[in-house]
């Protein structure tokens, strides 16, 4: 396709998407219910806090590599399974 037929082709696209017709109603923000407000905080973060998250991470990282694995253990052994739960993490790899 040469550049200026795949030019006509995206002229030809933006045309349809862009000259559409009104809708027969608008959305109208001023209708719509406040968000929720957030509890958010902009206080120093704690390591603790870092600590805890950090280990709440790694817990599901091992949760989703074991449910990874756990066909290829059956399908291998118990053995076959841990040796690709050490490849996977010697590596730095993730499923």
């Known amino acids: 396709m040469s550049d200026e037929e795949q030019e ?26 406040p968000a929720p407000t957030l509890n958010i905080t902009s206080d120093e973060i704690s390591g603790t806090e870092v600590a805890r998250a950090i280990k709440s991470l790694k817990k599901k990282n ?22 690709t739960w050490r490849h996977t993490f010697k590596e730095d790899q993730s499923p």
Do not use: I, S, Y
């Not at 349809?16 to 109603?25: A, D, G, K, R, Y």
């Not at 091992?62 to 040796?83: I, S």
């Open 62 to 83: 091992d949760q989703r590599v074991w449910q990874w694995t756990g066909c290829q253990r059956a399908a291998r052994g118990r053995e076959g399974g841990q040796k």
């Open 8 to 33: 006509a082709r995206w002229m030809e696209h933006f045309r349809e998407v862009l000259n559409q017709p009104t809708p027969p109603t608008l959305f109208n923000l001023d209708q719509e219910p």
